[in-house]
């Protein structure tokens, strides 16, 4: 018997054999939220802290198997989508978002990991501008993802605020952009932009390097969502949980790349 009080939030993403990144950093970041996860894996990746090795995308006919499955039997009030390498892996998504219509879509555009691998195809960046931001209740790029979506340099502060508001003009409902590439020392500040206007929330930067930022984020959002936040407040405290879980990471791996603290960051009921 199904519990009323728990919601269910879905995650279309790459797995990640490390564990810091991926599907993995979803689900553990669901569960911080008391969020029941879903997971439907789009790639599998052979991947640790120091690098991505190997890729291999599943048949199209399995994806969409899984999306079927997971919007079949859960009342899924938000969905996040992650590592989609391939433009046909974009469209078979799509495809499946069209048909069931979920109540939110968090699209977090990954496009390069962390250690510089590349992680998607350039047939896909095309899909990616046509078919996933018009269905984006919200899009999640830090810099350089943003950059390669409006195919244009993001050098400072003002350029920052001009590219939050052009990539709302792609289509997406909201767009919150991570401003933790820009250069210096100064304080790391987040813009979100919607129909609105501009809202901005700023942490101070930590001298270190971690796995699965971006991930995390999207997917706190997306749990804080499905529990009833209106998308500018589930931006603000998505950015507040990163930045809790940066300062409790901890190395598990031979690099000095970090993975984030998601139980230790978990909201406190």
């Known amino acids: 018997m199904t519990s009323p009080s728990v919601v269910s939030a879905l995650t279309i993403a790459g797995s990640?054999?490390?564990?810091?990144?991926?599907?993995?950093?979803?689900?553990?970041?669901?569960?911080?939220?008391?969020?029941?996860?879903?997971?439907?894996?789009?790639?599998?990746?052979?991947?640790?802290?120091?690098?991505?090795?190997?890729?291999?995308?599943?048949?199209?006919?399995?994806?969409?198997?899984?999306?079927?499955?997971?919007?079949?039997?859960?009342?899924?009030?938000?969905?996040?989508?992650?590592?989609?390498?391939?433009?046909?892996?974009?469209?078979?998504?799509?495809?499946a978002l069209h048909t069931h219509h979920p109540a939110a879509v968090i699209v977090d555009p990954v496009m390069v990991a962390t250690s510089g691998a590349k992680l998607l195809e350039d047939s896909a960046l095309q899909a990616m501008r046509s078919h996933l931001l018009p269905l984006?209740?919200?899009?999640?790029?830090?810099?350089?993802?943003?950059?390669?979506?409006?195919?244009?340099a993001i050098a400072d502060a003002a350029a920052m605020r001009q590219a939050a508001r052009d990539l709302l003009a792609l289509g997406a409902r909201a767009v919150f952009l991570k401003?933790?590439?820009?250069?210096?020392?100064?304080?790391?500040?987040?813009?979100y932009c919607d129909e609105d206007g501009l809202a901005e929330t700023s942490h101070p930067r930590l001298p270190l390097e971690a796995h699965g930022t971006g991930c995390t984020l999207a997917s706190a959002i997306a749990a804080r969502r499905a529990q009833g936040m209106s998308m500018k407040e589930a931006c603000l405290a998505a950015s507040d949980y990163v930045h809790a879980a940066l300062r409790g990471g901890y190395r598990p791996g031979r690099s000095d790349i970090l993975v984030l603290d998601h139980v230790g960051a978990a909201p406190r009921a």
């Open 136 to 152: 984006a209740h919200v899009v999640t790029p830090n810099l350089p993802e943003a950059e390669l979506l409006l195919g244009r």
């Open 179 to 191: 401003g933790g590439h820009l250069p210096g020392d100064a304080d790391v500040v987040d813009l």
């Open 16 to 95: 990640d054999s490390g564990g810091g990144a991926g599907i993995q950093a979803d689900l553990k970041t669901f569960a911080a939220h008391r969020v029941h996860g879903l997971s439907a894996i789009a790639a599998l990746t052979a991947q640790h802290t120091r690098g991505v090795t190997a890729v291999n995308v599943p048949p199209m006919d399995f994806l969409r198997a899984q999306l079927d499955a997971c919007f079949d039997d859960f009342d899924i009030r938000a969905v996040k989508l992650g590592m989609l390498a391939t433009a046909e892996v974009i469209g078979v998504v799509a495809d």
